[in-house]
């Protein structure tokens, strides 16, 4: 029986939610102040008023592929102005991560990745990986000689690149088949609610759209809006413009490598070593501000999955500026180990994207294009 | 007694700043009244100075011209004293600011053409008093012969067991009447009660039976079980009281009066008074008249009306659309409950788990929102109890509650937020449209719901959260002896309810001595009953307490006057029988009223009825008040070139004079040329005092009291209406003598709008003067 109108509360739905961080959901009783202080909110089917009774109703249908949970930037103006103290903000990140496990194949990661039990075989993959495939080939060398301290030394560059590389592809696959389901997923409810009145799924106005959006997203003008939670914008905005830097520094020297054939380290006189040694320290501060936003803000809710995430940050910075100043300080043992730290946590972060809260980066660019695509207002 | 006259004129709050004391003063002097003044008379001085003028010279009627008699009434009492107050300050000088109303210069006194208004303002109310208690006596007070202590509980439920244990508790003797053969009622057929403590999250087991045990304790309750009362005859402290088996058939079994219907032949005609009373006696064979009292009878000084609720009863299709008579999963929340006291809930069709519920609050298909009839926050309460049933009875039970109002008062708020936090209960606002079969179950569909504009759920039981009708829909239950009928008087407001307004005075019906408590007087639940008992049970106190010592019991608590009827004049006319909103007179065969002073609120509606005049109170009466009419002087234009305009208010005491004080103590001015004479209420207003006002020549006169209609504010439940009913035949009157019908109003105003008063003061005096002088004015 498919009935659009006809529905059936899943009661494990709401249990799974509560275990995301989502623990106040059942507290709201409708007045709708969150979606009137919400300042990203649209006009047309605001949220996140009608997404709380959903959750507390065991909707999943009405959630997981809701792209409002997307739009929301998890300000915290509606959970600081909730009468309930149900926490609107905390509940729609609970529902993030349980869409992002959702879309995300395969699944058991997804389990993985939001409890900290399995935190140790997160970080035995890559570490397991690592020395396996470095042994068989040869191309990880625990006694490196020479006077000059090189990374590469230690654990090649091409050992790097043959994992990193197949990872990057994997990830992207992951992706592409998640976000497949998403788009369609989201349009499908959009028409349901109301939210568009274009029928079609048209990719190309789609992708103008996603165009549209990208300077949004760049000058971080909707989390700008945010009154509860400013400092949060700026420290997401040092942490995003760092990767993005780390981004350029890795292709350029991708380029040096493998086009120019010139083998590093490189000279710290290098532009691309500027740019990387700023957004270094940037992540660093960036990492190390959410922390601190985090645990000075007790009335919200921070979850295992936000840790883990913020953990991965701080310490991918960490990781990376210790490398360089001890390589520079000629200690080859720290240096040498710090940096097979460092790639365990690039590995974290990297091959589980699809599956942890940094996933945000793809499926909130998505629904901000649909969004705006959509023509709602 | 022998009146020895005395005046006494406070010049202090600014009352001898803006008037001329000397002149003032004059006004007692020329008729030869002992009068003088102080600066502070509500000070020591000043009631010492009172207090030995009456123990020295034997002063014993006073005139005390200060501020209103709404303060310091308890300076100014003096024992075995006749005073009267004269409000000089809040209705005279801060009401009237010279700035507005200035006094005249030298050369302006005596030119015919100027006169100060604020000062005639003063001596005429000066003047009112003097009038007045001329005319008034003290009171003493109505004595019964016998009295009871005793309380009757009628109803042995929570409510009435409840109230007897307070009463016992008190000291009182309490005799429960209750018509099962077993006490408790109701609350002995539920499964489980909603929270009574702290944290106020979870239901309780039902209390009563602990209650039960508590009242056997007491002997100074008499419990009499498979009883009804059959009639209730006389007066609050003698309430002569016949019981009898439900049932039963006895001559005490009390008389209808004639249905309006009976009273006219078959042309159309009204009967003579003997060929209806033929007709009555016909019409309650078998049925001794009220007026024969039971030498059997028990005596009871009070009664605590107790006596429930039923479970509403849908009629035929009424609720057709949700599937209510046609589909047996759809209940009413009383069979509900009946079910879950049995044990798990089931479906009545088949037998099996009811596991999806869905309860729905309003029956929707109007064009209001309204919930069922006979609703409350009781019944969002119950709902919310029997969603927490299937929880109880099954893990992975699930109960939907749709509702237009979600009512949980109070500390129950907390329930209802531990009930939110139950996975497997679903709220939302909604109106359910349709109850519809679906294989083995069923659907509800609903619109307008919080998750969208439609929504379905599937549902093995729907519960329909019908109200609770008190019982006095179905039948009198307290079956009064009374000459307007043994039930409470049907006013169209109340549903059924036996109240008489449910915000100012809780417990009150309209019925002296009879006190409803619990789920007679609204919808509530268990919890709030017990509290309504204890209320009951002390205004019951009260009244015996008032009883005894000869004063009213509500709402002039402890007035010692009474209304006095001068018979020989009577002309049967009925009328004062009819009207009194208390049922307080029975009339005999020829139509003789006969007053029953304790059931009297002391109103005056009778005093207001009568054509003849002939009913009044010891301070207050048609000479008192008509002489104050009189005793304002109209200016004519021998005394002045234009003289002023005089129009006479006649103000309700309760709320509408306080709002005149309170306007003067804002300071808000108004027509220095009214003069305002307070009434009891205006049911008390006697069309005589106008008739004497204009035939004085004053131009104008209106009444001023409580709203009424639906949101009635008046104390006496009827007076403003019926004034205003006698109001619209004055017009008939005022026309025959040619003057303008406009030259009469009355208006409506609440205590809290002293605000709007300047303006309905201002305008109909302007309107007045636009009619032009009074014509019959200085003959």
Redo the contacts between chains.
Sequence with gaps: MT?K?????D?NF??EIVGLGGDTL?????CATCSVVCPISPDTKPFPR?EM??A????KDRLVGNLDIWLCHHCGDCTTNCPRGAKPGEVLGAVRSYAIATYAVPKTLGKWVNSPKFLPILLLIPTAIFIVLGLITGLLDFTPGGEEIAQTKFFSTWLVDMIFIPLAVWVVAIFAMGLKNFINDIHENALL?GKTDKKELDFVGLIKALIRVIPTILKHDKFSECTENKDRATAHLLVFYSFIGLFIVTNIFFIHLYILQWHGPYSQLHPAKWLANISGVALIIGGALMIWNRLSKTDQTTAYKDWYLLGLVLGLGLTGMLTEITRMAGLAGITYWTYFIHLVFVFNLFAFLPFSKLAHLVYRTVAMAYNEYSGRQ | MDKKYGVYICTGCGIGDALEMEELCEVPEEEGLPVKTHPFLCGKEGVELIKKDIADDGVNTLIIAACSRRVNYDVFKFDGCIVDRVNLREQVVWSHPRSEFPALTEEQKDDEEHFDRLQMLAEDYLKMGMAKVEKIDLPEPYKLETLSKKILVIGGGITGISAALDAAKAGYEVTVVEKESSLGGYATKIRKQLPNEDPYENLVPPVIEAKIKELEAYDNIIVKTDKIVARLAGEPGDFTVTLKKPGEKIEYDVPYPLPEEMKFDESGKELDVEEQHKRYLEYNEGKLDILQFDPDGEKFGAVVLAAGWRPYEPEGDEFAHLGFGELPDVVTNHQFEEMAAKGNITRPSDGKEAKSVVFVQSPGKGDDDADFDYCGSVTSLVSLKQAKYVREDYDDGKAYIFYQHMRTPGLLENFYKSLQQDEGIFLTKGEVVSVSKNGDGMIVEADNTLLGEKVKVQADMVVLATGMVPVTVDDPVINMAYRQGPAFRDIGLFDGYCDSNYICFPYETQRTGIYAAGAIRRSMTMEESIEDATGAALKAIQCIESVNRGVSVHPRSGDMTFPDFFFQRCTQCKRCTDECPFGALDDDEKGTPKPNPARCRRCGTCMGACPERIVGFADFNIDSVGSQVKAVGVPSEDDYDEPPFRIVGFVCENDAYPALDIAGLNRLSYSADVRFIPIRCLGSMNVIWIKDALAKGMDGAFLLGCKHGDDYQCHFIKGSELSDIRMQKIGDALSSLALEEERVAQFQVAIDEYDKLPKMINDFVELVEELGPNPFKGF
């Design positions: 009935d109108y006809l529905i059936e509360p009661v709401v249990r059942k507290k709201c009783f409708q009608k009774i959903a507390s109703w065991g909707l609610e």
